[in-house]
T-cell receptor, first 110, second 113 residues
């Protein structure tokens, strides 16, 4: 079965610091990969998706970027975090068994 | 654009109570509708889904019916248990280049023994 590993579970970072969140995938090849974010009091919002290596689509303008250096690796980055980047970040994939989500990273920017 | 509006929480019930979490949507076309659940410390899991009007999704005693006329997909369970305590998300699918999900804001449910 397809699984997705996401880390860390929680992260506290100062304003202006860089960010790198990584997720890796097992049990499927050539999946579509997604980054979602939930800000306080709001639903999960799609930030980026990727249909293949090096292919990134951005859904909303923001302070973040995404990269897919390998088929099963998806990275969310920022050069300088803002307070508004705080939230719950979920990596997800669609493969042979529909949508599978990682366990999420709760990011607090202080 | 497509959107999902979900009953605000938190919701607190006693064990064996009847549960309803309201969900309405706005969409062009005919999206599939989903309920996802997130138990403490875990990722989102698909609870149930419906792919066309009048379909009823069901799982673990939960049910939801795709109502096109009222653009709703309310989640119900006849008798909740403490183990149902979790955050519930209503979502619709929007396929444009990839299968994207549009989520409601989530409803935190707490069941007291």
């Amino acid at each position: 079965s397809q699984t997705i590993h996401q880390w860390p579970a929680t992260l506290v970072q100062p304003v202006g610091s860089p960010l790198s969140l990584e997720c890796t995938v097992e049990g499927t090849s050539n999946p579509n990969l997604y980054w979602y974010r939930q800000a306080a009091g709001r639903g999960l919002q799609l930030l980026f998706y990727s249909v293949g290596i090096g292919q990134i689509s951005s859904e909303v303008p923001q302070n973040l970027s995404a990269s897919r250096p390998q088929d099963r690796q998806f990275i969310l980055s920022s050069k300088k975090l803002l307070l508004s980047d705080s939230g719950f970040y979920l990596c997800a994939l669609t493969g042979n068994y529909g949508y599978t989500f990682g366990s999420g990273t709760r990011l607090t920017v202080v | 654009g497509n959107s999902v509006t979900q009953m605000e929480g938190p919701v607190t019930l006693s064990e064996e109570a009847f549960l309803t979490i309201n969900c309405t949507y706005t969409a062009t076309g005919y999206p599939s509708l989903f309920w996802y659940v997130q138990y403490p410390g875990e990722g989102l899991q698909l609870l149930l889904k419906a792919t066309k009007a009048d379909d009823k999704g069901s799982n673990k005693g939960f049910e939801a019916t795709y109502r096109k006329e009222t653009t709703s997909f309310h989640l119900e369970k006849g008798s909740v248990q403490v183990s149902d305590s979790a955050v519930y998300f209503c979502a619709l699918s929007d396929f444009q280049g990839a299968q994207k999900l549009v989520f409601g804001q989530g409803t935190r449910l707490t069941i007291n023994p």
